[in-house]
Nanobody, 126 residues
Framework: QVQLAESGGGLVQDGDSLRLSCAAS????????VGWFRQAPGKELEFVAA????????AYADSVKGRFSISKANAENTVYLQMNSLKPEDTAIYYC???????????????????WGQGTQVTVSS
């Protein structure tokens, strides 16, 4: 199983930016998809964004399109989530997850991913 470690969370104000990082222990992500999900208190786990390592196809939740951007650093086996124009409703624990051979139509489905990080808290104050 792949070990994942998120970092970069914190407390920011409405309109600020943050960049989350997800570093993986796997030697190569070549067949993997890496996704970001979030869970706010009292709410269900929600898809945020995902990227296929091979080819770089991306997917975003409608709620973050135009504000968040997912990218990867091949040499570092790291995926980034750049979050701009943050809103209080973005407050949640953010998790990165990965799975091998996830088809594009399943990139937003949590059940398609089999390795998860511990999560990092993002709090946006109004």
């Amino acid at each position: 199983q792949v070990q994942l470690a998120e970092s970069g969370g914190g407390l920011v104000q409405d309109g600020d930016s943050l960049r989350l990082s997800c570093a993986a222990s796997v030697r190569t992500f070549r067949t993997y998809t890496v996704g970001w999900f979030r869970q706010a208190p009292g709410k269900e786990l929600e898809f945020v964004a995902a990227i296929r390592w091979s080819g770089g196809a991306t997917a975003y939740a409608d709620s973050v399109k135009g504000r968040f951007s997912i990218s990867k650093a091949n040499a570092e086996n790291t995926v980034y989530l750049q979050m701009n124009s943050l809103k209080p409703e973005d407050t949640a624990i953010y998790y990165c997850a990965t799975g091998a051979r996830i088809i594009i139509s399943s990139m937003s489905m949590a059940r398609a991913y089999d390795s998860w990080g511990q999560g990092t808290q993002v709090t946006v104050s109004s």
